[in-house]
Nanobody, 122 residues
Framework: QVQMVESGGGLVQAGGSLRLSCAASGRAFSIHAMAWFRQSPGKEREFVAGISGEATFYADSVKGRFTISRDYDKSTLSLQMTNLKPEDTAVYYC?????????????????WGQGTQVTVSA
């Protein structure tokens, strides 16, 4: 099993930046792919960014603004968000799975954090 805890959410004005972190514990050494998803009220959980090995991949809506990174030594996943927009407002979740691949579908991830709220004001 893998346990994950997110941190770093908050309130920011449009155009601002935030950095989210996700600490993994348990069998974190067996994780091959990790990702960030987000969910707004009344909407489905959507893919934001992922990392599998050295490969990173992003949703079109955040490409060029968000950067995902992973520290294998510290078992942490980060999401640097810049030029934030009001439509980025959501609860952000980190996710992990034992198999690799550029998967953007949330049912294919086995382990989830509890989520952290990001609110971007206009």
């Amino acid at each position: 099993q893998v346990q994950m805890v997110e941190s770093g959410g908050g309130l920011v004005q449009a155009g601002g930046s935030l950095r989210l972190s996700c600490a993994a514990s348990g069998r974190a050494f067996s994780i091959h792919a990790m990702a960030w998803f987000r969910q707004s009220p009344g909407k489905e959980r959507e893919f934001v960014a992922g990392i599998s090995g050295e490969a990173t991949f992003y949703a079109d809506s955040v490409k060029g603004r968000f950067t995902i990174s992973r520290d294998y030594d510290k078992s942490t996943l980060s999401l640097q968000m810049t030029n934030l927009k009001p439509e980025d407002t959501a609860v952000y979740y980190c996710a992990a799975r034992y198999t690799g691949g550029r998967d953007t579908q949330f049912p294919n991830y086995n382990f989830w954090g509890q989520g952290t709220q990001v609110t971007v004001s206009a």
